[in-house]
């Protein structure tokens, strides 16, 4: 990661965390357990990639950083392992390994998981209207994510991923899949960074190619990292997609190709930035990094 990007993401996470953590607190008595089955996934790791997101893309359309923006990046993590609490469980990908951790579903319940994941997505949605931003951006933000989250977005992305077990899809069908399940959520941080900062129409479309292009170098990247990856390294167990019978971008289009792809997404990443100065280089910084990691 580079250093300018390391500093900042320091700065991030411990901005995100303190609100992340201030909400948790809310939970207590007959919620003890509910509480620590969430506070489990959100503080368990984690590389905070969407919050940088939503900080990074607010900074490259306003002048300095704007105030509020610890809510919406709180509330992207909050659906993220929401998402991952709920991805692991054994009706699903059935893991057991988690940022070299046992997943919720094992270190709790799998009742406790299911809940907790339940119980994130709606803090996500208390935290975009605990907000101190107008009323305007905090409708237009539950919009974003809800759309990205949803059966419109995320989760419809999962249960095309678990429709494909064992059968062929066509690099387009990959494609849409991934821009589902794991670009919309990684666009809408970058949306909500972009409507906490101010952005004009052209802003925003211009961020939106952006994102699209990251948050699909991030899925290929993923798939190239189970290949060539070991599980240590991942946190994760590697080689799941293959156990799994799941197609990916490494088994149909083979590891050099998928590496080609990958380099072209970070290309039109920074393409997307043309018309942006200095203040859009986290972005860039991001893109370069969600290319060249290793986890």
């Not at 609490?85 to 579903?105: F, Q, V």
């Not at 270190?107 to 009323?135: H, R, T």
């Not at 995320?154 to 670009?183: N, P, R």
Request: aromatic share 6%.
């Amino acid at each position: 990661m580079h250093p300018e990007l390391l500093a900042f993401s320091h700065q991030v996470r411990q901005s995100v965390d303190a609100r992340l953590q201030e909400a948790l607190a809310h939970f207590a008595g007959e919620g003890a357990q509910l509480r620590d089955a969430m506070a489990y996934s959100l503080t368990n790791g984690g590389k905070r990639v969407r919050p940088l997101l939503v900080y990074a893309a607010a900074q490259a359309v306003a002048a300095g950083r704007p105030d509020g923006l610890d809510w919406p990046a709180a509330a992207v993590e909050a659906i993220h392992a929401y998402s991952l609490i709920h991805d692991d469980l054994p009706a699903m990908d059935d893991d057991n390994l988690r940022r070299g951790k046992p997943t919720t579903h094992i270190a709790f319940d799998e009742a406790s998981a299911i809940l907790a994941g339940d119980a994130l997505q709606a803090l996500a949605f208390e935290l975009l209207v605990q907000s101190p931003l107008g009323a305007a951006e905090q409708l237009a933000m539950v919009q974003c994510l809800a759309k990205a989250s949803g059966a419109r977005g995320m989760v419809l992305g999962q249960a095309i991923d678990l429709a494909a077990v064992d059968k062929q899809l066509s690099i387009g069908a990959l494609e849409a899949m991934h821009q589902y399940k794991t670009g919309a959520l990684i666009a809408a941080a970058v949306e909500l960074g972009a409507l906490a900062g101010g952005a004009t129409e052209a802003q925003r479309q211009a961020l939106g190619l952006y994102a699209r292009a990251i948050g699909l170098a991030f899925q290929v990247q993923d798939d190239i990292l189970d290949v060539i990856s070991d599980t240590e390294t991942l946190g994760k167990q590697q080689g799941a997609d293959q156990q799994h019978n799941k197609p990916t971008y490494v088994s149909l289009l083979g590891l050099e190709a998928a590496q080609n792809k990958a380099r072209a997404l970070h290309q039109q990443a920074h393409e997307a930035l043309a018309g942006f100065g200095p203040q859009a280089n986290y972005l860039r910084q991001l893109a370069d990094y969600i290319i060249e990691r290793r986890a």
